[in-house]
């Protein structure tokens, strides 16, 4: 089989590729190794920055974000009690952020490509890429117990942290560089009404919280837990108990507590692979980033890689521009660092390290300085601009192709 783009991972990173190369007649087909019903079952983030939305639009699909996506104009951040509101739209010039979820993304991503015939092949074992170097690359992969060969132009490697794609850059050309966090974050979420209208991160002497939303009826919480625990030493009532200590005390008392639909622990980790390019093989998203997810940049960074990978492949199919292809890694590096170290900073500045060293300081040390980091931006409009403009993505648009 043949075609122009060969996108591995039908995770919302290769689907909006492939929708958005689709609206410029740019084939395309994705392969998958598990099935659309597990993709869909990935429960992830659900901040989108506004260029991530204009995205969703650009490729079609934002009929049930725009319908149903909550528009935020701001959030909270409580630092041992005291609250301050960062007020999104007011310090950015209008910019906000969309809550609507990755499942829904995803879902919507999906049935748009099912609407418009694209070719999706879930369950493909044994993917690998092949002659990335050369003018004319291909991907092998078995699919119904039957081995098959697609030739094409270009691949995308949309296919995660485990993916095979990073893996086909050989060693000594790539270089990753990575930051694990001594803590985990312990996610619950549940069919309750959200404990605020926006979100709310909570730095505590017990650890970090965030109460979070997918909908007026769907909430999202988290906890700051150490690395050893399990969501098994968890019960609902535990969690709900713990949430409560580390919310501002109004917050608390009215919080709606419910069972459980999904309880896990994420370990916190920066990662970033150095070059995101090797010949005409591109990694997107989480096959060549991690961060932490207290900025909420994972999603919004994948975004940006298909925003890039999406406007260099118009230059070269529509311009007959092929040379273009060598400012992929550049350019998305660029935003890729900002956004790591944006959730580095929020990351230090929110989280309890205890007796933890952090970096070449000793612990005591390091919470004095976070503690009066945090103090002096949200003390002052400009440091809260400087919040905001990171939040909403403002701060990199320049970056873009």
Request: glycine share 8%; net charge negative.
């Amino acid at each position: 089989m043949k075609t122009q783009v060969a996108i591995i991972g039908a995770g919302p990173s290769g689907l909006l590729l492939g929708q958005l190369l689709s609206k410029q007649g740019i084939s395309n087909i994705i392969l998958e190794r598990v099935t659309g019903e597990y993709v869909i079952g990935r429960i992830r983030a659900g901040i989108l920055e506004q260029g991530f939305a204009d995205l969703v639009r650009e490729a079609g699909v934002a009929e049930r974000m725009d319908a149903h996506g909550d528009v935020h104009d701001g959030f909270e951040i409580c630092a041992n009690g005291n609250r301050v509101h960062i007020d999104l739209k007011g310090l950015t010039g209008g910019k906000t952020v969309v809550c609507y979820g990755q499942v829904e993304i995803t879902q919507d991503l999906m049935d748009a490509r099912v609407a418009a015939g694209l070719t999706t092949y879930y369950e493909s074992s044994e993917v690998q890429p092949h002659n990335v170097k050369s003018d004319t690359p291909s991907v092998t992969f078995k699919h119904n117990g039957e081995q098959y060969e697609m030739q094409c132009d270009y691949i995308a490697g949309c296919d995660g942290f485990h993916g095979v794609s990073r893996q086909t850059i050989p060693e000594d050309v790539r270089t990753e560089f990575e930051r694990v966090y001594p803590f985990g974050w312990l996610g619950l979420l549940s069919d309750t009404p959200p404990a605020h209208s926006e979100l709310i991160y909570c730095k505590h002497e017990r650890g970090f919280a965030l109460a979070s939303m997918r909908s007026e009826t769907r909430s999202r919480y988290y906890l700051q837990v150490p690395l050893t625990d399990k969501v098994e030493d968890w019960s609902d009532d535990a969690f709900w108990a713990e949430l409560k200590k580390r919310l501002p005390a109004d917050v608390a008392e009215n919080l709606v507590t419910g069972p459980s639909l999904e309880k896990s622990i994420a370990p916190l980790r920066s990662f970033v692979c150095e070059p995101m390019q090797y010949g005409r093989l591109f990694l997107v998203g989480d096959a060549a980033h991690i961060v932490p997810p207290t900025g909420a940049k994972g999603l919004n960074l994948a975004a940006s890689d298909v925003a890039t990978l999406y406007k260099i492949m118009t230059r070269v199919y529509k311009e007959n521009d092929p040379e273009c292809i060598t400012q992929y890694s550049d350019i998305a590096l660029r935003r890729v660092w900002n956004g790591e170290r944006f959730s580095w900073w929020m990351s230090n500045m929110l989280h309890n390290f205890g007796q933890m060293e952090s970096g070449d300081m000793d612990a005591a040390t390091f919470k004095r300085f976070m503690d009066s980091e945090l103090d002096y931006y949200l003390s002052s409009e400009n440091g809260r601009r400087v919040i905001a403009e990171q939040y909403v993505g403002l701060a990199y648009e320049e970056l873009a192709p």
